[in-house]
């Protein structure tokens, strides 16, 4: 199984983004998408599995502030921002979160943490980052994607 992991869109969807969209069988979503649009779009690639962000007021309060899924005998749990997660885990294999706008991908007391960076407009001058990932014989591989951005 493959999958498409993103967060911190804010209203934008780059190109390049849905160019690893069309790969995917699933599409893993942190929050901060801004717009019910980019929800709209997602949906048309693959099944989409989203978290509700800091900034996705009024229009996304259908969204889950957190969610738990299992994918291909891999158990995600997501929320935007990690300081909100519960203090027990049991069953989790890996954690899916945004918010910082921060590439992060660190194994931590037996459960992978995946913070995917953010792909939409660039802040802060750091890189545009997603991830893919596959599931293979219940083991996640994680790829880091690095989306090119103009010098300015």
């Known amino acids: ?6 967060s911190d869109t ?3 969807l780059r190109s390049e983004v849905r160019e690893h969209l069309k790969a995917a ?3 893993l979503h ?5 717009k019910q649009s980019i929800v709209d779009e997602l949906r048309e690639y693959a099944p989409l599995y989203v978290v509700r962000g800091n900034n996705d007021r009024g229009w996304a309060e259908a ?3 957190h ?5 291909d005998g891999v158990t995600f749990r997501m929320v935007h921002n990690r300081k909100e997660l519960p203090a027990d885990l049991s069953g989790v ?3 899916v979160f945004g918010h910082s706008h921060k ?3 660190e194994e931590r007391d037996g459960i992978l943490w995946l913070n995917p960076g953010s792909c939409g407009p660039r802040r802060f001058h750091q890189e545009i980052t997603m991830m893919t990932a596959e599931i293979v014989d219940g083991a996640l591989r994680v790829e880091k994607i690095t989306i090119p951005h103009e010098v300015s």
């Open 1 to 6: 199984m493959k999958l498409a992991i993103l």
């Open 10 to 12: 804010h209203g934008l």
């Open 25 to 27: 069988d699933a599409i």
């Open 63 to 65: 969204i889950p502030h």
């Open 67 to 71: 969610l738990t899924v299992t994918l």
């Open 30 to 34: 942190g929050g901060d998408i801004n």
């Open 93 to 95: 294999d890996v954690v």
């Open 103 to 105: 590439y992060v991908q």
